[in-house]
């Protein structure tokens, strides 16, 4: 009998500080091969491996921007290469407003 897949989801406003903090954990997570998440209701320990599917979706409107960022990681990675598709991301200081 398969397992029923564990899930883990957390929402909440943040200052941008926070937020890079977090970033900065998943960060050394991801490094470490473990990342442990946990709020007040649930846990999760996610074990990451050498190749990562990466998944980056971005839009503006203008009320709203929105950057998702989706990792996955599978146990088996033996056939998998990987994909040497440039992409680059770059910080920028806003413009000053006139």
Request: charged fraction near 40%; avoid cysteine; hydrophobic fraction near 25%.
């Given at each position: 009998m398969a397992k029923k897949p564990q899930y883990f989801?957390?929402?909440s406003l943040q200052d941008k500080e926070s937020v890079v903090?977090?970033?900065?954990a998943l960060s050394k997570g991801i490094e470490k091969g473990e990342i442990l998440l946990s709020d007040d209701e649930d846990t999760q320990i996610i074990n990451t491996s050498e190749l990562t599917q990466m998944n980056?979706?971005?839009s503006k409107t203008k009320k709203e921007q929105?950057?998702?960022?989706k990792l996955?990681?599978?146990n088996d990675t033996d056939d998998?290469?990987?994909d040497n598709a440039p992409l680059f991301i770059k910080a920028k200081?806003?413009?000053k407003k006139k």
């Open positions: 989801e957390h929402e903090n977090y970033l900065k980056i979706k971005a929105s950057l998702r960022i996955s990681w599978t998998d290469d990987p200081k806003p413009k």
